[in-house]
T-cell receptor, first 111, second 114 residues
Framework: LAKTTQPISMDSYEGQEVNITCSHN???????ITWYQQFPSQGPRFIIQ???TKVTNEVASLFIPADRKSSTLSLPRVSLSDTAVYYC????????????FGKGTTLSVSS | GAVVSQHPSRVICKSGTSVKIECRSL??????MFWYRQFPKQSLMLMAT?????????EQGVEKDKFLINHASLTLSTLTVTSAHPEDSSFYIC??????????FGDGTRLSIL
């Protein structure tokens, strides 16, 4: 069973900020939270990873509350090319730890 | 950063043929790689864990004799779909990671069995 729950789909317009929330009530102490983006017929692409509080990189921010039971991926000023499926996963960063995918969130960005 | 390469990107073959898919870690050594399968409009489903120098571990419901996995070196794992049939048509994706880094995925192989 997937360890995470996300909205199935979201719609947005170009230039808006998009926030996708993920629920992971049973996150373990050594689990990290990782978000991937997948376009059709491509493998998932790493977006961002965090353990607690806030992480920001050049493409997104990840907000994690103190209890770590949820997280929010924030995409600033989305464009049409951000239309994709976004997966939230939790798991250890130890090599050899498999990731179990949930259904993901299909983000559709319109002009 | 870690790069995982998959080959071929697409293969079309006749029913009954065996097909081999390669997964390579280009700039790191991976003692463990993972194989996933993805059907249209669905999420990735873990098939098996490939361990260098030992037998692969298969998820429940995945036939080990149908999906042969070989991990002969620290940079290469192969998945062979034996005697493929149309129902095996899918998108196959591999992944690998280094300790303390997130997993990286290959670009997938689209397998179409006629």
């Amino acid at each position: 069973l997937a360890k995470t729950t996300q909205p199935i789909s979201m719609d947005s317009y170009e230039g808006q900020e998009v926030n996708i929330t993920c629920s992971h009530n049973n996150i373990a102490t050594n689990d990290y939270i990782t978000w991937y983006q997948q376009f059709p017929s491509q493998g998932p692409r790493f977006i961002i990873q965090g353990y607690k509080t806030k992480v920001t990189n050049e493409v997104a921010s990840l907000f994690i509350p103190a209890d770590r039971k949820s997280s929010t991926l924030s995409l600033p000023r989305v464009s049409l090319s951000d239309t994709a499926v976004y997966y939230c996963l939790v798991g250890s960063n130890q090599a050899g730890t498999a990731l179990i995918f949930g259904k993901g969130t299909t983000l559709s960005v319109s002009s | 950063g870690a790069v995982v390469s998959q080959h071929p990107s697409r293969v079309i073959c006749k029913s009954g043929t065996s097909v081999k898919i390669e997964c390579r870690s280009l700039d790191f050594q991976a003692t463990t790689m993972f194989w996933y399968r993805q059907f249209p409009k669905q999420s990735l489903m873990l098939m098996a864990t490939s361990n260098e120098g030992s037998k692969a571990t298969y998820e429940q419901g995945v036939e080990k004799d149908k999906f042969l996995i070989n991990h002969a070196s620290l940079t290469l794992s192969t998945l062979t779909v034996t005697s493929a049939h149309p129902e095996d048509s899918s998108f196959y994706i591999c992944s690998a990671s280094v300790n303390n880094q997130p997993q990286h995925f290959g670009d997938g192989t689209r397998l179409s069995i006629l």
